[in-house]
């Protein structure tokens, strides 16, 4: 269960990313705008850019998975500049997650997980780190990650978030 609600789940939202920002990146071309424009597009001064917001929701897939299927969690580098980059990030988070055997899920429901939040150590179980951090998490870069494309004119809707156009 826990397996299809972080790994299963995950990649459908990493796959539904792709899709939007591959929208992206058309709208710049077909507009002429450079893409520099949207990766760097901040909602407001104090928020991350589209860039950031992209690996940050590569980062949270991956680092929950691992956590739930009891591995330490691998790190990426944070270097991407362009769409093709990003596409290459997302594409290494969705393997990366694909690789975790769903056996190792077995107990992650009652694992106790440990993870950094807020500059401290934080701990609870696996279904309440999955259900009330992990996946709020991840949805948050998404979000953002749309909104910040939809403000900017790329043709995408609910269908296209949800991974279903």
């Known amino acids: 269960m826990i397996h299809a609600q972080s790994v299963l789940a995950f990649d459908r939202s990493l796959g539904a990313l792709a899709a939007i920002l591959a ?3 058309a709208h710049c071309a077909a507009g002429k705008i450079p893409p520099e424009a949207l990766l760097q597009f901040r909602l407001y ?5 589209l860039t950031r917001q992209v690996q940050l929701a590569c980062d949270f897939a991956a680092r929950a998975c691992a956590r739930l299927a009891g591995e330490p969690p ?9 769409f093709a980059e990003l596409q290459d990030r997302i594409r290494t988070a969705r393997a990366y997650i694909a690789g975790f055997d769903p056996a190792r899920f077995q107990d992650a429901a009652e694992r106790v997980i ?3 939040a807020g500059g401290q ?45």
């Open 23 to 25: 929208k992206a990146e």
């Open 74 to 82: 691998r790190s990426f580098p944070d270097t991407e500049t362009s």
């Open 121 to 165: 150590e934080m701990q609870m179980s696996g279904a309440d780190f999955l259900s009330i951090f992990a996946t709020p998490q991840l949805h948050f870069h998404l979000t953002t990650a749309y909104n910040i494309l939809r403000h900017n004119g790329v043709v995408i809707g609910k269908r296209d978030y949800m991974g279903a156009a």
């Open 45 to 49: 001064p104090d928020m991350f850019p």
């Open 114 to 116: 440990t993870f950094p």
